[in-house]
């Protein structure tokens, strides 16, 4: 079986490609044992070096698996997606369910494990949340992300389009900036690594979607009071290390987030973002 030639550069992307392309086309099906180095080489015109390198990039993507005195085995067809390539296609909908398990444990360690600078640390965002959404909603509960940021007499900033204050730098975005913070410290509070990088690889696709939520539904029709209550109960309630109330709270707030994408965003469809 005849390969074909390579080009003089870059010979490693190269035969990586070539042998993605038989993977993929079905030449090698998952299961396969790949020929050898040697082989390798000799159908692709190219070193043993550079086939062993084009073999770890493979590896790498999640295609290829050495077996120590065995050879390299086809393990998928297809590349595996980065997992934050992969949160950013998943749908609205799913982003949340996930969340919710996510956090929710975080709240229960949290209200465990919390020492008082998480206390005061929580204290403060929420206090830093409850001013961003009086700049959204106003004391008397008017949607203000309407008014645009400045204006720069070209249409870029001032009033007039329902996004403006919901982009960068306006009301909208400032509001779901501090929500986020507040939940990120909540999850610092619970001292568990792995909880924390998997919310730090959340975070800003939950950023984008809560920016869509704005746009999705009518958030003082969801929620009158902007989840103020609920945030303060949960703060509390790791403040006076309550687990089982902490997760409770949490997971009602999120619950009727859920409850508002399922009416709106049916399971499914693509991200509105």
């Known amino acids: 079986m005849a390969l074909g030639s390579l080009r003089p550069s870059p010979l490693v992307e190269q035969a990586a490609e070539r042998l993605r392309e038989q993977i993929t086309g079905g030449q090698w099906p998952v299961g396969t044992k790949l020929p050898g180095e040697t082989t390798l080489a000799t159908l692709l015109g190219v070193g043993r070096s550079t086939v062993r390198e084009a073999l770890r990039a493979l590896a790498g993507a999640g295609m290829v698996r050495t077996r120590q005195g065995a050879g390299v085995f086809v393990i998928a067809d297809r590349p595996v997606q980065d997992w934050p390539a992969r949160l950013r296609r998943a749908a609205l909908a799913d982003v ?135 945030h303060a109960a949960l703060v509390e309630a790791i403040a006076a290390g309550e687990p089982d109330l902490a997760a409770r709270v949490l997971r009602d707030e999120l619950s009727t987030t859920q409850a508002h994408l399922r009416d709106r965003h049916p399971h499914g469809e693509d991200d509105p973002s």
């Open 96 to 230: 949340y369910e996930v969340r919710a398990m996510l956090e929710v444990q975080a709240a229960r360690l949290a209200a465990v494990r919390r020492r008082p600078e998480d206390v005061a640390a929580l204290r403060t965002a929420l206090t830093v949340r409850t001013a961003a959404a009086d700049d959204v909603y106003g004391a008397d509960g008017t949607d203000r992300t309407d008014e645009g940021g400045d204006g720069d007499g070209s249409g870029n900033g001032g009033g007039g389009n329902g996004n403006r204050g919901r982009a960068a730098g306006g009301p909208g975005a400032a509001f779901i900036d501090a929500d986020i913070a507040l939940h990120t410290a909540v999850v610092a509070a619970a001292y568990n690594p792995v909880l924390t990088d998997l919310f730090a690889e959340f975070a800003p696709v939950l950023r984008e979607n809560m920016l869509a939520l704005l746009d999705l539904m009518d958030v003082r029709t969801h929620d009158e009071e902007h989840g103020e209550a609920a």
